[in-house]
């Protein structure tokens, strides 16, 4: 679920022209799982554009203080949100800890980084949704910790299905600021791309592991 339509298609806009996503259907990437992708995402270039930064966390802010004002602490999931979550928790001036996917393999092989009273209810912040497998475990991490987890926010989502239902069978509500249905809408608006390329980006997403370009 976005959070709406406004800040879906600014945020897609924002993030294409930063870089932070690229499109190349016709140079695909390669994903670390292996996969090809005419797409790649990478939202932690978007900290060093203070513009884009604040337009992010306040978009997280304005939406948090009208549908979770009883949030007690935000956690960010580790690496890509860390910053965002620290951003997000310091506006609202409530504690923040990170959470690993997976718990450390070395020294107090800590999954939860920082002060987590148990009893609390708890925001998760993420910076991308894909298959929401890393996402859905930093959560169930989080509830072996006995707090509450109100939901999770992302940045964007590639919005495939194992993820939607990934996240319906946990019961763990998921908002992002934008989704790849928006981006490919912006993208092809304003020309980034053709409605050849449109079809092959759309094309990708219905079956992304076994995709091989065009």
Known sequence: MICNKYTAKKTAKLLLEINAIK??????????????????????????????????????IKDIRENYKQVAVIAGVATGAIAMGVLIADVLNIPFVYVRPEPKKHGRKNQIEGFLEKGKKVLVIEDLISTGKSSINAVKALQEAEVEVLGMYAIFSYGFPQASDLFKKENIELKTLSNYEFLLRYALENGTISDKENKVLNNWRNNPSEWKGI
């Open 23 to 60: 499109l190349q259907p016709n140079q695909p990437f390669t994903w670390a799982s292996g996969w090809n992708s005419p797409i790649y995402c990478d939202n932690r270039i978007s900290l060093s554009h203070p513009k884009v930064r604040d337009y992010i966390r306040d978009s997280f």
